[in-house]
């Protein structure tokens, strides 16, 4: 008889996710006379910007032809795509990546997931908690984390570093040394951002413990503050030792398009091995590219009517969070997020558990947000908005939940 992989058998109860999405199924069944308002998932709501409609269809003309038609894509992405990469997400910021160091792919969310082949099992995790629960879940899969301790919602061998509100959702550094952390600024679920200074704290740490970062960037692309990085990439040392984690789907709306990128600088080493020749034969491997017309509508993000259109969606889902954040405090909630990230984070009030708070709001207010305990241990009691609903709903939601 065959045998399955027993680290799944660990993984706890259901996904995040699926199980919001199946709460509100339930709901919806039960009383299909009442408008339910999504702000829960990090979904955008906008369509796809006129600079990169125009980017599909003249790619999908070009599959029409023999002369012009695209089979699988290079291994690591067209060189279009990683050298406008390198030159708008990196070479403007001061950043020395180059086009080669850029692995396209399907998502940021697969490349989170999938990084994890390319470290043995043996190593030691550190993980913001909260914390986005794909970088735990499949670290889990892999075997990394141990036993699942369910009276403690944590996982045996892994460091959590608890995101507080007394250091304004930040982690701090670990007093157990891990292998690999990872980081997520702008963060999810909290919405908080680290200055350029306190990240340069994490490339020093890291460097001198021999970790490495894994750097989830995003939310890159809602940063307004002008001291908050963009990327891992402009500090002083994050070559040796971050890998960087990028994603077109909340800066140009490509959940349905799916295309993302890793960055692993060369010089980046475990001994005398590059991770970026690991990563490069896993990839070729497993994946077979992202679509050309994906990659032809990447590139025209970075057009300059591409930027202008995505820029204008970012401040239309900022608008978005602005009018969540300002509500709920004039409700008398606590919150943090909104500003340069389209997550509010929220105090339950009266210590309501998240559930019970997700519960109460689906039933009173008919507004569906994502519990903070299922992002780990220090989300118990907290709870995450998106704004990237339609503007109508999300101000008829706070009025809503005003009314509560």
């Given at each position: 008889?065959?045998?399955?992989?027993?680290?799944?058998l660990?993984l706890p109860?259901s996904?995040?996710f699926?199980?919001?999405?199946?709460k509100?199924?339930?709901?919806?069944?039960?009383?299909?006379?009442?408008?339910?308002?999504?702000?829960?998932?990090?979904?955008?709501?906008?369509?796809?910007?006129?600079?990169?409609i125009?980017?599909?269809?003249?790619?999908?003309?070009e599959?029409?032809?023999?002369?012009?038609?695209?089979?699988?894509a290079?291994d690591?992405?067209?060189?279009?795509?990683r050298?406008t990469?390198?030159?708008?997400?990196?070479?403007?910021?001061?950043?020395d990546?180059s086009a080669?160091?850029?692995?396209?792919?399907?998502?940021?969310?697969?490349?989170?997931?999938?990084?994890g082949?390319?470290?043995s099992?043996?190593?030691?995790?550190a993980?913001?908690?909260?914390v986005?629960p794909?970088?735990?879940?499949?670290?889990?899969m892999?075997g990394r984390?141990?036993?699942?301790?369910a009276d403690?919602?944590?996982?045996?061998?892994?460091i959590?570093m608890?995101?507080?509100?007394?250091?304004d959702?930040?982690?701090?550094l670990p007093?157990?040394?891990?292998?690999?952390?990872?980081?997520?600024?702008?963060?999810?679920p909290?919405?908080s951002?680290?200055?350029?200074s306190q990240?340069?704290?994490?490339?020093?740490?890291?460097n001198?413990?021999?970790?490495v970062i894994i750097?989830?960037?995003a939310?890159?692309?809602?940063?307004?503050?002008?001291d908050?990085?963009?990327?891992i990439?402009?500090?002083?040392?994050?070559?040796?030792c971050a890998?960087?984690?990028?994603?077109f789907?909340?800066?140009?709306?490509f959940?349905?398009?799916r295309?993302g990128?890793?960055?692993i600088?060369?010089?980046?080493?475990s001994?005398?091995?590059?991770l970026?020749?690991l990563?490069?034969r896993?990839?070729?491997?497993?994946?077979?590219?992202?679509p050309?017309?994906v990659?032809?509508?990447?590139?025209?993000?970075?057009s300059?009517a591409?930027k202008?259109?995505?820029?204008?969606q970012?401040a239309?889902?900022?608008?978005n969070?602005?009018?969540?954040?300002?509500?709920?405090?004039?409700?008398?909630?606590?919150?943090?997020?909104g500003?340069?990230?389209p997550?509010?984070w929220?105090?339950t009030?009266?210590?309501?558990?998240?559930?019970?708070?997700?519960?109460?709001l689906?039933?009173?207010?008919?507004?569906?947000?994502?519990?903070?305990?299922?992002?780990?241990p220090?989300?118990?009691?907290y709870?995450?908005?998106?704004?990237?609903?339609?503007?109508?709903n999300t101000?008829?939601?706070?009025?809503r939940?005003?009314?509560?």
């Amino acid at each position: 008889m065959f045998k399955i992989n027993d680290n799944y058998l660990k993984l706890p109860g259901s996904y995040l996710f699926s199980t919001v999405a199946k709460k509100a199924a339930a709901f919806t069944a039960a009383n299909p006379d009442k408008k339910v308002i999504k702000l829960s998932i990090g979904d955008v709501t906008q369509p796809l910007a006129p600079a990169i409609i125009d980017a599909l269809h003249k790619s999908v003309d070009e599959m029409a032809h023999a002369e012009t038609f695209r089979g699988y894509a290079p291994d690591l992405g067209y060189e279009f795509l990683r050298s406008t990469i390198a030159e708008n997400d990196y070479k403007s910021r001061g950043c020395d990546i180059s086009a080669d160091e850029i692995f396209v792919s399907d998502g940021a969310k697969s490349d989170s997931g999938n990084i994890g082949d390319i470290f043995s099992v043996d190593n030691k995790i550190a993980v913001c908690d909260p914390v986005y629960p794909v970088y735990v879940d499949t670290n889990a899969m892999s075997g990394r984390t141990g036993d699942y301790l369910a009276d403690q919602q944590k996982w045996s061998n892994v460091i959590y570093m608890p995101c507080t509100e007394a250091t304004d959702f930040a982690p701090e550094l670990p007093k157990e040394t891990p292998d690999i952390i990872y980081l997520c600024f702008p963060n999810n679920p909290t919405g908080s951002t680290i200055t350029k200074s306190q990240l340069q704290e994490w490339v020093d740490y890291a460097n001198k413990v021999g970790a490495v970062i894994i750097y989830d960037a995003a939310y890159e692309a809602y940063i307004s503050e002008d001291d908050v990085p963009h990327s891992i990439y402009e500090c002083e040392g994050a070559r040796t030792c971050a890998i960087e984690l990028r994603s077109f789907s909340k800066n140009a709306g490509f959940t349905g398009l799916r295309l993302g990128f890793t960055v692993i600088p060369r010089d980046l080493k475990s001994g005398e091995t590059t991770l970026h020749s690991l990563w490069a034969r896993r990839h070729g491997t497993k994946f077979n590219g992202a679509p050309y017309i994906v990659q032809r509508a990447g590139e025209a993000v970075y057009s300059e009517a591409g930027k202008n259109q995505t820029k204008e969606q970012i401040a239309y889902y900022m608008k978005n969070a602005k009018v969540i954040k300002e509500g709920l405090k004039e409700a008398g909630y606590s919150v943090s997020g909104g500003v340069n990230a389209p997550y509010i984070w929220l105090k339950t009030p009266d210590n309501m558990s998240s559930w019970d708070f997700f519960d109460y709001l689906l039933e009173k207010a008919n507004v569906l947000g994502t519990p903070g305990s299922g992002f780990g241990p220090s989300g118990e009691g907290y709870f995450r908005l998106t704004a990237f609903g339609s503007y109508e709903n999300t101000v008829e939601a706070i009025e809503r939940i005003k009314r509560m």
